[in-house]
């Protein structure tokens, strides 16, 4: 990566959104009609919520990644952020694409554990990151309980 810093943002920014829209697009593509004939849980969230929550969500991640490669450069951490945008679109696709509920908690139990790396790592190098990390661990931990309420509902 560059160390032009604010062309080191615009990059993570695109990288992290890259794995948005593929995820947005099979969900676009692969959602319904099946979405709408499983049993959803009470407390699903109307769909209109997810797309505010989620690109908010990706700028705070991509702001966290992007203050720590600035301060250290560390290519270890920067390679656990990418594993973990890659199982972050895998979701989606697990998800809406192939409808496979039980495979997708897995993954998001994968997705959850790699945000546990990442703040831990954040802790020790960059508060602010760590803080902002906050948020999509809550409502990935939320979205682990969608999904096991779908699981145990149908």
Do not use: C
């Not at 959602?31 to 769909?47: D, R």
């Not at 994968?110 to 990151?129: A, C, E, Q």
């Amino acid at each position: 990566m560059t160390k032009n810093k604010y062309l080191t943002l615009f990059l993570i920014l695109i990288i992290t959104f890259i794995a948005s829209g593929i995820g947005g697009f099979v969900t676009a593509s692969f959602k319904e009609p099946w979405y709408s004939e499983i049993i959803l849980p009470s407390f699903n969230p109307p769909s209109w919520v997810f797309a505010p929550v989620w690109t908010t969500l990706y700028i705070l991640m991509s702001i966290a990644i992007w203050k720590i490669w600035i301060k250290f450069s560390d290519r270890k951490i920067l390679i656990i952020y990418l594993y973990h945008l890659l199982f972050n679109a895998t979701w989606s696709i697990i998800f809406f694409g192939f409808h496979q509920i039980e495979l997708a908690l897995i993954n998001i139990i994968i997705i959850l554990i790699f945000i546990i790396v990442l703040m831990r790592i954040y802790l020790n190098k960059d508060k602010f990151s760590f803080f902002i990390m906050v948020p999509y661990f809550l409502w990935t931990f939320y979205a682990l309980i969608l999904n096991t309420a779908i699981v145990i509902l149908n």
